[in-house]
């Protein structure tokens, strides 16, 4: 029999919707049998499942399972978690084959959805589309599965401090770190982590509520970290670290309360990388800063600029060998050491590592940056229709341009005055547009382009759209 799922839910990078509008059990069941089916054609047969702290998760895993055994896939359930925690017991474990978490990510709570791996690589594009045409077309493999349910936490949690080793333990038994789970998935790893790292730490929102009382957990919205620097100032902690809903992004503050943000991370991430790694490729997308390429060549490594979504970086990590990449979001990838999934646990552990091993203090590295004026990331509403025509007509318009003009996502145009950005969101009917000066002036003059190039086409800056 045939299955139609809502348009708005097979996104590019994942499937997400609405409960109880756009997205619920017949859904998951619908995908669990899809995803089975490809699974099956590929060779594959075990698969593991996950799930974040929202109220529908329970629900959607229930049906999802149903979905995999009635397409032949057998089950491995590793319960609530972060999904870098089902990521783990994918690439962990030679017998399995793939993997479904089912979370919403920062999304508000009455969202949910699934990030899927594919045997070994990420599941996206036209991967969910394929999804969608078997649904519609009916034509799932049919067969039975098996279930069992595997704890892994703890497994996890090892992993996770191995990324310590050969760390001078009397550096570390001197941190105070504040950390903050946003009452997301995270949450009850974190808690297992700390206990088991030297040093003082202080947690905030620990608890499981997909309800998210205390703040909405997207670590890269600066409303969202003021618990966290109110903690790092009253207890004048060296840094503070804070997760998204499922634990994929990572925001993070210095001791003066700062915020670190992802590519500035990434510097840090860099720095302690390629004093090991020289001449490596550090992959960062179109939203980073210049100072992050920048100091990438400075280190000796090999700055690459690549598309923004976790899925398409880290696709492009897998092609070019590189041991490292990062997103303006918080999702950072470490193949060095890892398996090259973003996992914000992890990221806090290396944060932790690269500040010992460089030795200076988290403050200092943030402290030591280029103070570059830049403009917070600029999205707008604009139909769906236009949205990718108006960047092709940016292009067009550009194509004489003395400035260096970038196209590797969007249009980034590097001057004098610094660079902006003009992309179309892969998720959302939005525009998103951001500038980097190192002047006011400057700002303002790359600003006044990007609403010259959208009056062309018709547009102007509009008030902000919601992620």
Known sequence: MSYQFDPSVLREYDIRGIIGETLGADDAR??????????????????????????????????????????????VRVGLGPTPMLYYAEASSEEVDGGIQITGSHNPANYNGFKMVFKGRPFFGADIQKIGELAAAGAWTDGTGEVETRDIMEDYIDRLLAGLDGIDQERLASLRIGWDAGNGAAG????????????????????????????????????????????????????????????????????EGRVIWGDQ???????????????????????????????????????????TGHSLIKSKMKETGSPLAGEMSGH??????????????YAGIRLIAAAARLGKSVTE????????????????????????AVIDEVKDRLADSPDDVNATDGVRVTNDDGWWLLRASNTQDVLVARAESDSEEGLERLMAQIDDQLAKSGLQRGPQAAH
């Not at 982590?193 to 202080?202: I, Q, R, S, T, W």
């Not at 950072?332 to 646990?345: I, K, M, Q, R, T």
Request: hydrophobic share 40%; net charge negative.
């Open 265 to 307: 991370l990434l510097m840090i991430y860099a720095e302690d990388l390629l004093r090991r790694s020289k001449g490596a490729t550090i992959i960062a997308d179109v939203k980073a800063s210049r100072a992050l390429f920048d100091h990438v060549a400075a280190c000796g490594g090999n700055p690459l600029m690549w598309k």
């Open 332 to 345: 950072v990838f470490f193949a060095d050491e890892y398996y090259g999934y973003d996992d914000a646990l």
């Open 365 to 388: 590295l943030r402290g030591g940056m280029p103070d570059m004026i830049n403009t917070p990331e600029m999205r707008f509403q604009v139909d769906e229709s236009r949205k990718f």
């Open 30 to 75: 619908a995908i669990g049998r899809g995803f089975a089916t490809l699974l099956r054609e590929a060779g594959g047969k075990k698969v593991a499942v996950g799930y974040d702290g929202r109220v529908s998760s329970p629900m959607l895993e229930h049906a999802l399972i149903e979905g995999l055994n009635a397409s032949g896939c057998d089950v």
């Open 188 to 255: 009850p790893a974190l808690e297992k982590l700390v206990a088991k790292l030297p040093g003082e730490h202080h947690l905030l929102y620990t608890e499981v509520d997909g309800d998210f009382p205390n703040h909405h957990p997207d670590p890269t919205v600066v409303e969202n970290l003021a618990d966290l620097q109110s903690l790092v100032s009253a207890k004048s902690l060296d840094f503070g670290i804070a997760f998204d809903g499922d634990g994929d992004r990572i925001g993070a503050i210095d001791g």
